[in-house]
């Protein structure tokens, strides 16, 4: 009779994925991925310096100077040239954004927004960001994409940007922009009749440039009534659309991770069109409070003193915990305004962390009060701001 043999026992090496060698290493682990995740955040959003070689431009003999600097050291800051300025920069910070109302031919009413982000420096990257929402369904649609380095056409008077389904291009008053995600698809040719707006808080030197205190300086252009025409394609079926957009564009070498704002573009139902623009520091400190009105292409420049924006309430997002401002009350007296903004969606957080590492709530919003229209509203840096 053969007797079985006694196998030999040997000990190995435990397995990178098994459970003994995890609770082993898991604290180590997890540090190095927090590091390493942190050291990409600080590279991208924190720590960007100036890129080298990028020249200080000059505006007439006017400086505008850097907090905590004497006029000697401040720098000179170049005006605004359109269509030249709507090229990418050699800046830190860019983006170019529409937001919209669009409805198809029987009157189903739908709005989104589409953005670029820039970002150049130590690493440079390119961000998509974009949302469309179907206003009686209530169901929003939510999409994005990151690439590295800069998918751009290098065009000298205007900006083309394309990578897979986003793509985006202005030069002058016509645009186009298509972006499409899981359920959707989005493709709008726009033109504009009227001239480019250049936001200005009173009493400063150069039209189109804010200062943005510590964070740095930032150029702001917009366009607030592009017309619009495309199609709309919901779950493969697709519809003609058309409505106006509101562009926006803002460059510079600034720091927006170290900021707070409440963003306002509101169309108004006589045809004005309001901008309201409240920055703060991430602690809620002041840095920044200033608006556009705009009527019959005349623009008029606000300073904090001139509106007064105040939120009504709250919304708790259940999926961040974060507590955003809602429900918002702006009176303009000296143009005769006292808007009331209700969003047409309160569940309108987009979660960007896994393109530009941050959260922020974008939506439509409709205007009661003196009277009527629609615009978009942003709430940005209020990560800090949790329910107790």
């Known amino acids: 009779m053969n007797m079985p043999q006694r196998k030999r026992s040997r000990r190995t090496k435990p397995r990178l994925g098994s459970s003994r060698w995890f609770r082993r290493y898991r604290t180590p682990v997890i540090i ?34 850097r907090a905590g600097q004497g006029p000697q050291a401040a ?82 008077d205007g900006f083309g940007f394309s990578y897979g389904p986003w793509q985006m291009a202005g030069a002058g008053p016509k645009h186009s922009m298509k972006m499409a995600g899981k359920g959707f698809a989005l493709d709008l040719a726009m033109n504009d009749s009227l001239p480019p707006v250049l936001h200005q808080a009173p009493a400063t030197p150069v039209a189109g440039l804010l200062d943005l205190g510590a964070a740095g300086k930032s150029y702001y252009t917009s366009r607030p009534r592009l017309k619009a025409a495309g199609n709309l394609t919901i779950d493969g079926v697709s519809q003609a659309v058309k409505g106006e957009v509101w562009f926006d564009h803002q460059w510079g070498d600034f720091e927006a991770a170290q900021l707070r704002w409440n963003w306002f573009a509101l169309q108004l139902a006589d045809g004005a069109d309001l901008m309201i623009y409240e920055l703060f520091d991430r602690q809620g400190g002041p840095v920044l409070r200033m608006g556009t009105y705009v009527k019959d292409a005349a623009v008029y420049a606000l300073g904090a003193s001139d509106f007064k924006a105040s939120a009504r309430g709250t919304w708790k997002s259940p999926s961040s915990g974060i507590v955003y401002p809602m429900d918002w009350t702006i009176t303009v007296p000296g143009k005769g305004l006292d808007l009331k903004l209700e969003p047409v969606i309160r569940h309108s957080q987009f979660d960007a962390r896994i393109t530009t590492l941050n959260l922020y709530w974008e939506g439509a919003v409709k205007l009661s009060g003196s009277q009527g229209g629609v615009g978009f509203m942003e709430l940005s840096g209020y990560e800090s701001v949790r329910a107790k």
Request: proline share 8%; charged share 20%.
């Open 32 to 65: 190095g991925w927090v590091a390493v995740l942190a050291a990409m955040a600080w590279l991208l959003f924190f720590r960007a310096e100036p890129l080298p070689g990028a020249p200080l431009a000059v505006v007439g003999d006017v400086p505008m100077e």
């Open 75 to 156: 720098p000179k800051m170049a005006a605004v040239t359109l269509p030249a300025d709507d090229a990418p920069h050699e800046n830190v910070t860019e983006w170019w954004y529409y937001s919209g109302h669009v409805q198809t031919e029987s009157g189903e009413r739908y709005s989104f927004h589409m953005a670029t982000f820039l970002r150049q420096g130590g690493l440079s990257h390119t961000a998509f960001h974009g949302s469309l929402l179907d206003h009686k369904s209530g169901k929003q649609y939510t999409d994005q994409a990151r690439t590295e380095g800069k998918p751009a056409d290098g065009q000298p």
